[in-house]
């Protein structure tokens, strides 16, 4: 009998990419969804706020109380990066630990029980052989890593590094691999992924990309994560907007709106700037507009809030994510004087009400309306509903709709259906499938 390995991938889909990557090198390795059985138990960190640093320590502090006898206990990541010479003394436990440069050497370090910290920030590319999970028709791209983005609350250019992309080639080859396994659905994803190939001299190097992945025989559907106000070009929104093969989405987190804000924040960009591109993108046919603010950060008055708070009321996103301003040393932000936390949780909570309100109000746009969407799995709902996502959405972030009438279609997980929507259930919409795609 093989050895077997439990891996926690914890964060974004950035970390995502990283831990499959691992799963590849050990491709020896049975899977397996116990820590408990496993041999090999890998924590794959977060280190980016203080939320997420706290989910990491608990992990694995669980990962090693209900490991076996012999196991190996392996933490790598942004935490494990960030707080390396903290989390050896602190949790003795831990058999190896390795940052964000090791991945593709995780079956070595494993063999030889040892810890690792290679300097340089580890690119996943198109000879990475990743084990994609969660899927079988997505996978997430990562177009580059680190960022040359100075914003005043985030700690990751402090581990990451500045930014570095990948060649468009690379991209494309890694592509076009994954087309030949089955993969027809795409998101690709970085830090800051409007200023892919900036670092090479190519400000419109996602542009150029976008054009390329679109010949790309067999292809269903992509989208673009993760645009920085700054560094998104009206040309860009028109490349997403006239795609056949990219959806008309757009993820643009402007973590603020008010000019005071935007630039204690460091953003690169104020708000007049920040409403055209989003006017623009509203603009443009059925487009899906998610974006992220941080509420209570260094510098923010009342009017500032009550100026964000009505703005991202009116301008109707389809999806937003608030998060608490999480004070993280390494950033400029971290001197600064502190809101207390009492007024960030309650401010979070009035912008997180909104969300919810706003995601309503986008979800009942589609009732009576032909989608393009993708069958997922059996609904957790109800064993007799299905799960689907339409094509428009992102994975995971953007919720699901619901299948209570497949019309006696034969129903292939994974993939593309034509569908109707129908009602809402709560803030869920409920569609009947009217032929395969």
């Known amino acids: 009998m093989g050895k077997s390995v439990h891996l926690i991938s914890l964060g974004c889909n950035k970390n995502l990419v990283d831990s499959e990557v ?16 496993a041999d090999v138990i890998i924590v794959n960190t977060c280190g980016f706020i203080e939320a997420a640093k706290e989910e990491s320590i608990n992990t694995i502090l669980e990962a090693h109380q ?10 790598s990541g942004c935490l494990s990066e960030r707080y390396k010479d903290e989390l050896i003394e602190a949790i003795p436990e831990v058999d190896i630990f390795t940052g964000v440069g090791d991945y593709e050497r ?57 930014l570095q992309s990948r060649s468009i080639e690379s991209v494309i080859a890694e592509v076009t691999n994954l087309l030949e ?15 892919y190939g900036r670092d090479f001299g190519n400000k419109d190097a996602l542009i150029d990309l ?3 992945v679109e010949l790309l025989p067999g292809i269903k559907s992509a989208r673009v994560l993760y645009l920085y106000p700054s560094t998104t070009t009206f040309e860009l929104i028109d490349a997403i907007a006239n795609s056949n093969v990219f959806q008309t989405y757009y993820d643009m987190p402007i973590q603020h709106i008010s000019d005071n804000m935007l630039k204690v924040m460091k953003r690169g960009a ?22 992220a603010i941080i509420a209570g950060h260094p510098g923010e008055g009342q009017e500032d809030f009550l100026e964000v708070k009505e703005y991202i009321k009116e301008f109707n996103f389809d999806r937003v994510t608030v998060f608490e301003y999480s004070n993280e040393e390494s ?10 936390k009492e007024t960030i949780a309650k401010r979070a909570q009035i912008l997180g009400d909104i969300a919810k309100d ?11 309306k032909e989608i393009d969407l993708i069958i997922d799995n059996v609904s957790s709902e109800h064993e007799y509903l299905l799960s689907a996502r339409p094509t428009l959405w992102a994975p995971e972030i953007d919720g699901e709709i619901l299948i209570n009438d497949t019309s006696d279609l034969k129903v292939n997980h994974g993939s593309y259906y034509r569908a109707k929507v129908t009602s809402l259930a709560d803030t869920t919409p409920l569609a009947t499938l009217i032929k395969e795609i």
């Open 210 to 212: 976008i054009k390329q």
């Open 106 to 162: 995780i079956d070595e370090l494993i063999l030889n029980k040892e810890s690792s910290f290679t300097p340089e920030v580890y690119l996943a590319n198109e000879n990475s052989k990743r084990v994609i999970t969660g899927s079988n028709y997505h996978a997430y791209i990562k177009l580059s890593e680190g960022c040359n983005q100075n914003c005043a609350f985030c700690a990751i250019p402090s581990f990451k590094g500045r």
């Open 22 to 37: 691992m799963l590849g090198k050990l491709h020896t390795y049975d899977i397996t969804n116990s820590a408990s059985d």
């Open 66 to 75: 209900n490991r076996k006898e012999n196991s190996i206990l392996v933490v």
């Open 331 to 340: 950033t400029t932000a971290y001197n600064l004087e502190q809101i207390p």
């Open 358 to 368: 706003l995601m309503l109000k986008s979800n009942s746009k589609l009732i009576d």
């Open 181 to 195: 396994q089955g993969f027809r659905d795409f998101s690709f994803i970085s830090q800051d992924t409007s200023s």
């Open 270 to 291: 104020n708000k007049e700037k920040t409403k055209k591109l989003l006017e623009y993108m509203k603009s443009k046919k059925e487009s899906f507009i998610r974006t």
